[in-house]
């Protein structure tokens, strides 16, 4: 129950960074964030690799795990 658990709440937050990613690099401009453009896009780029390499990491352990237990 706690590996299904771990991988949903992974899934979620490595959603939620890409998310976070996209609306600080496009959406800040209606806001009026006060945030140069350079560093808005290299903050969402970051969350959006961040994001991504969650989700390696999520795929990669439940892969492992998923394996463990066939054999």
Do not use: H
């Amino acid at each position: 129950m706690y590996a299904k658990f771990a991988r949903i709440f992974g899934i979620f937050m490595t959603l939620l960074y890409v998310a976070m990613g996209i609306f600080i690099m496009f959406a800040s401009e209606r806001l009026s964030l006060d945030i140069p453009d350079s560093m808005r896009y290299a903050l969402g780029g970051i969350l959006i690799l961040y994001g991504i390499v969650r989700f390696v990491r999520v795929y990669n352990t439940t892969r492992s795990n998923r394996n463990r237990y066939e054999d």
